[in-house]
């Protein structure tokens, strides 16, 4: 949240990236969202992430449902084209977008109400299909714009801010993203961008379904005693499986790690992941074993993060479609139109 | 055959089969049809079907007419009664003096039969057992074997029929073979046992010309095709599937890529309604060309997206085959019921563009051009067919195009406007006619990108809440429709043969028999001008018709009067001056429906249909 606009001079050695733009090129507007709100914090690590990847700005087009969360891609990003949808249908919007022209980066930005409730099915499908997309999900477990109604990501037995008890079963978007077939599945807290930018990284050079539910706290409406999508909570519950760092093809690797504690992803853009294991003997790349962890350990209490599945061999829709390499929407009419003759040659066999 | 005399009409009437679903007769009822074309005699042919996929009646009509006329007629000349099911109604539904052919394999009571048709029998399963071993192939040779005595019963050429066999099996030999060969044992059982021919016959004539024969969902598929859409997201639902399964098939034909065998369109099969039109939108936002076939229902479910892509002015483009609402009401019937759903779809304050296409030939045109249309305009735009013209092979003109059409892909600002500095506001009438300028997503690094939103926006795309900025919106977005009434397809004038008061609108799949009645009408020396509405918003020249006529009567396939209450709430219309004519039983409207309510109507009024002339005769 900022209240003071952006200085609109700027500092002559603020840092530029490989395509002399400064992270000031990849702002948006002023957020509206609430002083602390967590979206804003993702807000400014997708701004970091697309900053060091050296993404085109106008190379990406970001989409979003309806609610807080959805109205952030105003906030970043302000050379990219935005489409803030219907709420719950982001996921098919976007996925006509991608078919219109497989050249650009698909950023979907929704919150858990609309992913979880009345977006759930079209969230599953997304996810099916294998749109090539970086799917954020900003879970706060709680209807912000409408004053503090419980979401379908909501735990059971957390308590809203006006000591209502939820009795529902929450809905785990990581564990379902998992099963209905996305190939990126990580979750990650809006307080450690330490841990996000790196994951939203990963998922822009994924090349498939890349999905990322990130507990970002609801200031506001969730972030008392008895929520679970507190900062405390999070803080204090947080189990990370994993650090992740990513690096460009064309960088000079220079960090090192002790033996045995890194494993190395390579993605079919030629990016790298290095996921740095923390503690627990985690393997992102068994699928199976990325739902039972998350099963067990939020009977535990606890919040898992991290990269909690990679399939690096992924193919996205273009590919199941067969769709030429040119984008639909560049196709001249040439390419688009038989023409008379054919029609000729119709109308005969129709006689 | 007692006291009634049998019919005798040569190229002009109406036989009915009536069969089990699922039992293939459609293939072997459509060569029929065919059969009868290829002696130069027009038809229109009807499937009359169950919502079911085995076991349930279902009938086909072919109405044979020399005079061309293409609409419905109603009656029965004669019957091919090959379902026990239906047996009792099929009988009672043939005209007095007309004709049954039946399996006669079986001997049925004489209660069974009526004393005033011409009763044919011809042993089909019998001749079948005989011939063939597997079961399948005695179904489905028993229905080419009716096919074939009824070439004798009409007095129809064998070698048309067999022709187009050989057409169809082209590179076949055996398929080619078998077929003929049962096509031939019941035309040479027909001709030795039955009185061959009977009153009802068939004549070459030369009244087809170059029309073709093909159903309107497939004509809408290829209009996609060349209207140039790239993008299909669809859910399956009768009456409209086949219009995806047509622009599959005629991309796989027309859009594969020769070099390397790759798709150059994108035909995704969504989970729901919602979502197929949700991707629509994301295509047509992001530059294809993009399209949706639904039925009402799914119309129904897409009304959110439609509100929003009306007031994010994204073009789209659905063809929405009509039928029998609701969800669980007549998906297998025909009607013109969703004219006010698609007009005003949505919250808030929408108006959309209708195309209304007559027949195969104007759901290609239509179809096509409703892809320049919403990019022009830059809003959805609905092609209103319905199962009647969707469903069933219709004679028609051929289809055309000329080579040197480009598409129109509206006020797109460009890379080169954009470095060059000028201005782009993305709501902003510059022009004057509604109409804004849009870019899309990765034209320029720095300039032109914008966020889209529904109305909380100003010109530039600003995010407000203004209530000046909502006014600006709404007061230029009026004046796009207003633009959009200059661009669509004009009506189409049928003058009667002298000057009248009394004028008649219509629209979509009436044509044909709207044509029929004037001449019904004229006979009995009752005179209309016809106008055929080809499109919402209605043109200034809708209107003058209606002013030029003292009672115009609105001809329509649904209950409410649909397209009637368009024209009161767009033209202002005195509803007195509009007199309905509304059919909405599921079938096809019928000339005959059409001359009786007008004539009835025009002598309830109590005035002579001669009236004093109004205009002049157009020389």
Request: hydrophobic share 40%.
């Amino acid at each position: 949240m900022t209240y003071l606009a952006k200085p609109k001079l700027l500092s002559a050695d603020a840092p530029r990236n490989a395509l002399g733009y400064t992270r000031r090129d990849y702002e948006g507007a002023i957020s509206t969202l609430c002083a602390g709100c967590g979206h804003d914090s993702i807000s400014a690590a997708v701004v970091q992430a697309c900053f060091d990847l050296d993404i085109e700005p106008h190379k990406v087009a970001k989409l979003s449902g309806i609610g807080c969360s959805s109205k952030t891609p105003d906030y970043f990003l302000g050379n990219s084209h935005g489409f803030n949808s219907v709420h719950g249908r982001m996921p098919s919007v976007l996925t006509g977008a991608a078919l219109a022209n497989r050249n650009l980066t698909y950023l979907g930005v929704s919150g858990d109400g609309d992913s979880a409730s009345i977006g759930i099915g079209q969230f599953a499908h997304a996810m099916r299909r294998g749109v090539n997309m970086t799917y954020i999900v900003e879970n706060n477990g709680v209807y912000g714009l409408t004053k503090g109604q419980f979401s379908a990501t909501a735990d059971k037995g957390s308590k809203s801010k006006k000591g209502v008890i939820n009795s529902d079963s929450p809905i785990d978007l990581a564990a379902l993203a998992l099963q209905l077939g996305a190939t990126y599945v990580a979750r990650s807290f809006s307080g450690d961008k330490e841990q996000l930018i790196p994951l939203i990284k990963g998922a822009l050079c994924h090349g498939g379904p890349a999905f990322i539910d990130v507990i970002s706290p609801c200031v506001t409406f969730n972030n008392h005693s008895g929520s679970t999508k507190s900062y405390d909570y999070v803080r204090e519950h947080n189990a990370a499986v994993n650090r992740v760092d990513v690096i460009l093809p064309k960088a000079q690797i220079e960090t090192s790690y002790p033996p045995g504690s890194l494993r190395r992803v390579v993605q079919h853009d030629g990016s790298i992941l290095h996921l740095r294991k923390l503690g627990v003997d985690y393997d992102p790349s068994d699928r199976i074993g990325a739902i039972n962890h998350l099963q067990e350990r939020q009977a535990l209490g606890e919040i898992v993060t991290g990269l909690l599945y990679v399939n690096s061999s992924v193919q996205d829709m273009h590919a199941h479609l067969n769709t030429v390499e040119k984008p639909l929407n560049q196709l001249g009419d040439a390419y688009l139109c038989p023409g008379s003759k054919a029609l000729d040659a119709l109308n005969a066999l129709l006689r | 055959m007692t006291r009634v005399q049998a019919i005798q009409n040569c190229n002009d009437f109406v036989i009915k089969f009536a069969n089990v679903n699922g039992s293939g007769s459609s293939s072997a009822n459509e060569l029929f049809a065919r059969a009868v074309i290829r002696m130069g005699v027009p038809v229109a042919p009807r499937n009359i079907f169950p919502s079911n996929i085995q076991g349930l009646p279902t009938w086909y009509e072919v109405r044979v007419s020399e005079a061309g006329w293409l609409g419905a007629r109603g009656g029965c000349d004669m019957m091919v009664a090959m379902n026990p099911q239906t047996w009792d109604r099929d009988v009672a539904a043939i005209d007095p003096g007309g004709y049954l052919l039946y399996d006669s394999t079986k001997p049925l009571p004489q209660s069974k039969f009526r004393d005033d048709i011409t009763v044919l029998g011809v042993p089909l399963t019998d001749i079948c057992n005989r011939e063939y071993e597997d079961p399948r192939q005695r179904q489905l040779f028993k229905n080419i074997m009716y096919v074939g005595a009824l070439l004798a019963l009409l007095d129809m050429e064998f070698a048309a029929a067999e022709k187009l066999i050989v057409d169809r099996y082209r590179g076949k030999d055996q398929l080619i073979k078998a077929n003929v060969n049962a096509l031939r044992l019941g035309y040479d059982h027909a001709k030795a046992n039955l009185p061959c021919p009977i009153g009802l016959r068939v004549k070459r004539a030369d009244a087809v010309g170059d029309r073709i024969l093909i159903d309107g969902n497939s004509a809408c598929g290829l209009g996609a095709v060349y209207g140039g859409a790239t993008v299909a997201g669809w859910y399956p639902i009768t009456p409209s599937t086949s219009v995806i399964e047509a622009f599959s098939s005629y991309c796989r034909k027309y859009r594969t890529d020769p070099d390397n065998g790759r798709a150059r369109y994108a035909i995704v099969q969504a989970e729901d309604e919602l979502a197929s039109i949700g991707m629509v939108l994301g295509a047509a936002w992001n530059g294809a060309r993009a399209f949706t076939a639904t039925s009402g229902p799914g119309i129904s479910l897409m009304q959110e997206f439609f509100g929003l892509a009306y007031f994010a002015e994204v073009p789209a483009v659905i063809f929405d085959v009509q039928r029998g609402s609701p969800s669980t009401g007549m998906p297998t019937r025909t009607q013109q019921s969703d004219l006010i759903s698609c007009a005003y779809a949505s919250h808030g304050d929408t108006r959309h563009v209708l195309l209304f296409p007559e027949d195969p030939h104007e759901c290609f045109t239509l179809g096509a051009q409703a892809f320049d249309l919403a990019d022009r305009l830059q809003t959805p735009v609905f092609v209103l067919s319905d199962l009647d013209i969707g469903m069933n092979e219709r004679l028609c003109a051929p289809f055309d195009w000329d080579d040197s059409r480009r598409y129109d892909r509206g006020k797109l600002m460009t890379y080169d406007e954009l470095e060059a500095g000028k201005t782009f506001g993305r709501y902003l009438d510059v022009d004057g006619d509604g109409i804004p300028y849009r870019t899309i997503p990765g034209t320029h690094p720095t300039r032109g990108a914008y966020f889209t939103r529904g109305t909380t926006r100003n010109a530039y795309a600003k995010y407000s809440e203004l209530g000046a900025d909502y006014v600006y919106n709404m007061e230029r977005l009026r004046r796009k429709f207003d633009t959009a009434k200059t661009l669509v397809p004009a009506p189409v004038l049928r003058n009667a043969a002298q000057p009248t008061r009394y004028g008649a609108i219509h629209f979509g799949s009436t044509g044909p028999a709207m044509a029929e009645a004037s001449v019904l009408l004229e006979a009995d020396d009752v005179h209309v001008d016809t106008l055929r509405v080809r499109a919402f918003p209605f043109s200034d020249e809708v209107m003058r018709f209606i002013a030029e006529h003292e009672c115009v009567f609105v001809v329509e396939q649904n209950e409410s009067g649909q397209l009637r209450s368009l024209l009161i709430n767009e033209g202002e219309i005195d509803p007195k001056k509009l007199v309905r004519v509304l059919h909405y039983d599921g079938s096809p409207i019928t000339a005959r429906f059409i001359a009786g309510k007008i004539a009835n109507a025009l002598s309830d009024r109590k005035v002579s249909p001669i009236t004093t002339p109004l205009r002049k005769v157009a020389p």
